[in-house]
């Protein structure tokens, strides 16, 4: 009678135990990402949910400052971002994002050492880094036969109705600055004032504005120069090298986009699974296969293809101290968002 009530007991308890699993598998059944569009291969995402059974809800943005007002809305739900280095930083310094469990995330010793403790997040407490990249120059060699080293050569009069460019105030406005020879950062009254009108000169010549796949102009012929993502320059110099990467001589920066887990999010389990999953190299190479940046994770760049490392747009060779973005303050913000959209609906 023992060893049946024993029995009985044991097997109430694993039954117990599997509807414990059960239900916390329930529990945590999705994930809702905020994230870039273009930049997570559904392969990833498809892999993920295969292995865990959690629904990833991916619901994307263009640019920096669109998910920033999102976030700081605060009616929107997300369990894992995946901000740009210098909103990141507003986002841990106004509290919107939880600190990061790093005895979750048995992978993230395959990051670089330089990719880490960044002035956006010097204690690595709130992200990780996904994807490195630079913002440059490409041309269409068999189009333009003279040099384009930087800024000027790119927006010449002559090449009028010929160009695309990012999508992003932030970046065309850095653009200007460093061809006034300004810091990347110095967005003082006076050196947006200064700027104005040498975005007006640019925009007049610009064709087509596109954050989300400036790579596609190129390719079709609609244009023969772009100021692009560094990643969307790897793929076309992959498609055919008459894509030529440049960074240009007046100046040019490095981004940083990392993952993050907001303050409110519900999922928060969840999201560490995602995060460490994106770590483990395999699944980095992948993100590298399709979206071609500057991956810092060292143990996936080992099962990248030499040519894969020899892209100048995905690892660029350049002498120069690369700086990032700093997060200026939404005064600022609100400037330069304000002047790159008069002049664009003025041109």
Known sequence: MKTRSKLLLLGLAA???????????????????FAWSE???????DGFTRETGIKVNYETY?????????????????????????????????GQLTPIDREKLKNFGNLLP?????????????????????????VNTEKVKE???????????????????VDDGRELATAALY?????????????LAAIRPVLAEWFKRVKLFDSDSPKTALLNGDVDLGLVWGGEAALLWKENKKFEYVLPAEGAHLFVDLLAIPRRARNVENAHLFID?????????????????????GAARKLLSPEQLAN??????TDRKLDTFRYLGEDVAEAIDKLVTDLKNAR
């Open 179 to 191: 061809t006034l020879g300004k810091g990347l950062n110095d967005f003082s009254k006076e050196n």
């Open 15 to 33: 039954l117990c135990a599997v509807g414990s699993a059960f239900a916390q598998a329930k529990k945590r059944g999705e994930l809702n990402l």
């Open 62 to 94: 263009s640019s920096g400052e669109e998910m920033l007002a999102k976030m700081m809305a605060r009616r929107a739900r997300f369990d894992l971002i995946q901000p740009p280095d210098y909103i990141a930083e507003a986002l841990i310094k106004n």
């Open 39 to 45: 930049y997570i291969p559904q392969a990833v995402l």
């Open 312 to 317: 100048p747009a995905s690892y660029p060779k």
């Open 147 to 165: 040099p384009v080293r930087g800024y000027a050569d790119l927006f010449a009069p002559k090449h009028a109705g010929r160009i695309v460019v």
């Open 277 to 297: 999953y994106i770590l483990r190299p395999e699944v980095s190479k992948l993100i590298s296969d399709d979206f071609p940046y500057t991956n810092p994770n």
């Open 114 to 138: 330089e990719f880490l403790n960044m002035p956006h997040d010097p204690e690595q407490q709130f992200t990780v880094p996904y994807m490195v990249g630079t913002v440059g120059i490409v």
